[in-house]
């Protein structure tokens, strides 16, 4: 918008009549004293001031505008008689004026140059938005090289832990061999095994991130029959968790096309951090069944739970629940290759949960997805 100052009434019907005319929105005052008002109520683009007026002149009134926040952008184009002599015009600029036009005031000159103005305003304003743009984009990859260097430390350090158990584990192991001691030597074995296996979990997984940053993770894709696999995984789990209480129920008894042993690991991944997040109690429940055509999967536990917050992150790369991660080791990557597994076969993945009470991981498969046959042939 643009605000002419003058006191004389003709002057700012005539210009006002020109700028609307060419579709500019105009406000006026009549002196400096409302002219101020006016601008530290409102943001104008252009104000057009007239040089001599009575009480506070159009320069006054610029010196005392350049303090304005609100007229921080604002151009000014001072008008005054054509007699002004050079000393007024030199007045005009150092006070923070843009522009100067003689009266009587030639309009084509005039609009020129409030169209120029008004480029000008709009590039800056452009120019703004992109600094603004570019700070922010600055801030998030600051933000996202603060995550590298996070998760790098927590996964030296997840990788170190197993190593110094397997280092231990090794010198024992040569002690008992000394001592010809076949019994502890075979449970020292186990033991290192069972270390190499995490070892090997964690290496897995730190690949699949890279494989999916590269768009190199690629599935094999066949028709497998769900209850089956899942059959296999609880028998299994139940053996290395003795004491663990899973109840299972339902049944597909169907055939779903996917990649087997992702669909397991997405399984893996939710029983075992059922059982990592909640300490002390021994019991999972886990239910299968047909919804709409899908496969519907979900693994119940009565651990920590956590808030609605945490709800809506935990599939984020690195994520990991503040408040609980000193306790629990782990990357917080599991649960994003989850759901890029489960993306990737057009199913959902999500989570029902309240602090203090369990969770429940679910998700669902499409009995027959869209890409199947292609896929197949
Ligand atoms: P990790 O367990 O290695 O940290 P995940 O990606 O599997 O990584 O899980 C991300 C985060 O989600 C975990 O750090 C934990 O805070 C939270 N979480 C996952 N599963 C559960 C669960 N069953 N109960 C409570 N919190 C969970």
Redesign the pocket.
């Known amino acids: 918008m643009i605000l002419i100052v003058d006191d004389s009434p003709e002057n700012i019907i005539s210009l006002k009549k020109v700028l609307e005319k060419n579709d500019f929105e105009v406000d006026t005052a009549s002196s400096g004293e409302e002219a101020l008002k006016k601008i530290l109520k409102k943001s104008y683009v252009l104000i057009i001031l007239d040089v001599q007026m009575p009480g506070m002149d159009g320069f006054e009134v610029a010196e005392a505008i350049s303090g304005y926040s609100k007229a921080k952008e604002t151009a000014v184009i001072f008008l005054s008689a054509a007699s002004a002599n050079v000393n007024l015009i030199t007045k005009g600029y150092s006070s923070g004026g843009l522009d100067y036009i003689s009266k009587p005031v030639d309009m084509n000159i005039l609009l020129l140059k409030v169209k120029t103005f008004y480029r000008i305003y709009e590039q800056s304003r452009k120019l703004h938005e992109m600094q603004v743009a570019l700070q922010e984009e600055i801030e998030f990859r600051k933000e996202a090289e603060r995550k590298k260097d996070e998760f790098i430390s927590i996964a030296s350090h997840e990788l170190k832990t197993p190593m110094t158990s397997i280092k231990g584990y090794i010198q024992l192991l040569e002690r008992s061999l000394e001592k010809n001691d076949i019994e502890t030597t075979r449970s020292r074995l186990t033991k290192v095994q069972n270390q190499v296996e995490k070892l090997n979990l964690l290496v897995a997984d730190l690949l699949d991130i890279s494989k999916i940053e590269s768009g190199k993770l690629k599935f094999n894709r066949r028709y497998f029959s769900f209850d089956e696999v899942l059959d296999h995984i609880v028998e299994v789990m139940q053996q290395s968790h003795p004491q663990l209480k899973m109840h299972k129920s339902g049944f597909v008894s169907a055939e779903i096309f996917g990649d087997e042993m992702r669909i397991e690991q997405v399984i893996i991944?939710f029983i075992t951090?059922?059982i990592?997040?909640?300490p002390g109690s021994d019991q999972i429940e886990i239910m299968t069944e047909l919804r709409d055509d899908c496969v519907y999967f979900s693994v119940r536990?009565f651990?920590?739970?956590?808030s609605e917050e945490?709800q809506q992150k935990?599939f984020d790369k690195f994520?990991?629940?503040e408040e609980?991660?000193e306790r629990?080791?782990?990357?917080?990557?599991?649960?994003?290759i989850c759901q890029e597994i489960i993306d990737r076969h057009g199913g959902k993945i999500g989570v029902n949960?309240q602090p203090g009470e369990?969770?429940e991981?679910y998700f669902t498969l499409p009995l027959h997805p869209v890409h199947a046959q292609s896929e197949i042939l």
Do not use: E, P, V, W
């Open positions: 991944n951090n059922a990592k997040y909640a536990d651990g920590i739970g956590m945490h935990i994520y990991r629940i609980t991660s629990f080791q782990g990357l917080g990557i599991g649960l994003y949960s369990g969770s991981f």
